[in-house]
């Protein structure tokens, strides 16, 4: 089994900065992606940014230039950089990680509790 754990969510003004921070655990062997997705309050899910084991990154047109993601492979952990927040930035955002427990099994994907970012105008 896997554990994902997200951090870093809370209150902040338009114009500010967040960082969040999310850690895999558990039966990890390779870890192929890790992404963040939000949520807003009667919305679908959405991709926000995703890190592949290649180091290839992609990121939703909406946050493209505010928001950064990057990865420390050593701590199993991704990072969301997010600047010049605005107000449709609130959403609850989930961690998401795609990974495999040995070599002989399929990719599985996993999912955080989810962390609330809330940007007030």
């Known amino acids: 089994q896997v554990q994902v754990v997200e951090s870093g969510g809370g209150l902040v003004q338009a114009g500010g900065s967040l960082r969040l921070s999310c850690a895999a655990s558990?039966?990890?062997?390779?870890?192929?992606?890790m992404g963040w997705y939000r949520q807003a309050p009667g919305k679908q899910r959405e991709l926000v940014a995703v890190i592949t084991s290649g180091d290839t990154t992609n990121y939703a047109d909406s946050v493209k230039g505010r928001f950064t993601i990057s990865r420390d492979n050593a701590k199993n952990t991704v990072y969301l950089q997010m600047n010049s927040l605005k107000a449709e930035d609130t959403a609850v955002y989930y961690c998401?990680?795609?990974?495999?427990?040995?070599?002989?099994?399929?990719?599985?994907?996993?999912w955080g509790q989810g962390t609330q970012v809330t940007v007030s105008s």
């Open positions: 558990g039966s990890i062997f390779r870890i192929n992606a």
């Open positions: 998401n990680v795609l990974c495999r427990s040995s070599p002989w099994r399929s990719s599985v994907e996993y």
